[in-house]
């Protein structure tokens, strides 16, 4: 989403639809039959505290997915509603005269991440699952004068929509599990 007023253009972007679609749908499939197989197998903790459990969690982990870039003439800014609590997620705000470099940095898994080097020696994350990530990379060149033409987000969409369809089987399968223990008679 880009606005425009009379002296600035600002762009917001938001995480992928699609990272955030994936990773909301792979949390629900891994905890959903938690409460189910707990009192299946009576295990010592009650079903309604594991769904309380998961709705908080929910909670938490779609804050986290709301992260937005908001980026203008004069700043780049990682936000987050004012729903999220600050001491949870806090975002930064880097003036783009402040902007000293981009450093990369290799993950654990052999990724490339890219950090913004300020005039004081503090490094903020590019945010690199962001829709739209090419364009907030050319901004970025276009506001700092630092070449960008080799920086990639970190994963590719190919990779999510892998991970979605292995999360839709893993659906399936808590489908089957928790109808087969409803059928059997051992849920009420």
Known sequence: MTTTSANTSTSIFRLSPLIRVT???LYIALTAPLPFLSQVTAAPI???LLWVGIGVGLV???AVLTEQVIVNDQQIQLAYPVWVPRFFRKGWTLPWADVKELKPRSTGQGGLVYYFLSQDGK??????RVAGFTRLVKIVEAKTGINTTDIRPLAQPWMYIILLGCTLLL???DGWTIT???T???LN
Do not use: E, F, I, K
């Open 23 to 25: 990773l909301l749908t």
């Open 46 to 48: 009650p079903p309604v």
């Open 60 to 62: 938490g982990l779609y």
């Open 123 to 128: 490094a903020y994350l590019l945010p690199m």
């Open 171 to 173: 659906l399936l399968v």
């Open 180 to 182: 087969t223990a409803l």
């Open 184 to 186: 059997t008679g051992q």
